[in-house]
């Protein structure tokens, strides 16, 4: 199965079992683009690779995901994600301030903080008339007020979530449990701690207004993407158990979900999916501009499957919208299109830019 690409973007055709264990045909693009402000995204001289496999900043159990596989086979919706710092209003460093990031008519507001902590509250209890001395007893946990920032990473690490305090054993070498909806963040503490315990971070990435308490789990909020195994994803993923292994393997469980496959934060995933020429808005997120404007490219993909018997066109679905603003102003695109593989064997798969006219003479109204 060849594919012939005259865009200016990698991609791939690859072979995908559907759940009845027939063969499906996926093309798969990504393109990289640079923001421009106030106008539609511009294609970046340099393109990045095609995506193998899911990219990890370190440890992918330690670190953040930063790039999902192009191998997706399909998405319900568009994922949108974002990368990089947040940056105080007018550079003046602040307790807490405002970010948003919308992208058509989706959008997500937090509300981030400067450095914060809890502090252990300790008080000296008797043990009785007969007792020495006193004991010292961590009673409560108080939230310090934020310290001035003027950028706060918007990173997992800074959202509620990690270990649990006091679970785990590393002579048996039993894992400590974690916030499944974020293995990687902050703000988890218990009574069972030390009393000579040090201060531990607080969340610095909530809702806007949210106030914290210790004793009460908080919703992890966030941009960046979300790994395969953390709760919004992993419940979608099925039943792995003795009837799925006897009946069902290598194929998915039956009660598998495609919402397995977006990486987004749940609130960022829009349904249906976005078409292009989107607008879009970045508050506080953007080094230079306190408000970020530009816009989708209004282009649209698709794959035409020419053979013998055959000329069929699939368009390809605008999947995922990626602001990376660690290092630079790229934002990367991902397309997606999957179909039976039988409409792709012995045929010549082109992947092109197309125009949409449901009055063209064009097989699906599509017009290369």
Known sequence: MELINRLPFPAMAFRQFDANGDLDCVVSVRGTFVHRQ????AIAAKQEDFQWEDAYDGDPHAGPLLRQTDLTP?????????????YAPNGAPARSWQVGLRVGELSKKLEVH????WRPVIKEKWAGFSAKEAKHVLTDWQLTEAEPASQVPMCWSKSYGGQVPGTGDPETETPADVEARNPLGCGIVNLEMPSDHAPVAAPQ??????TLNWREPAAPQG????????????QHAGTYDDVWLNERHP???RDFDARFWQSAHPDLVAVPHLAGDEDYQLDYLHTRFARALGRLPGITLGVRCVGHDRDEWHVLSLDGVHFDWRDDERVMLTWRARF???EALGTELTLTRVRLNVEADAPGGVAA
Do not use: M
């Open 114 to 117: 400067g450095p914060r902590f």
């Open 38 to 41: 106030g106008q539609a995204l």
């Open 251 to 253: 194929l998915l469980p």
């Open 223 to 234: 941009l960046g993407l979300v790994s395969p195994w953390w709760r919004s994803r992993q």
């Open 340 to 342: 039976s593989l039988a």
């Open 205 to 210: 990435i909530t809702l806007p207004g949210e």
């Open 74 to 86: 399909e998405k319900a919706g568009t994922d949108i994600t974002f990368l990089g710092n947040a």
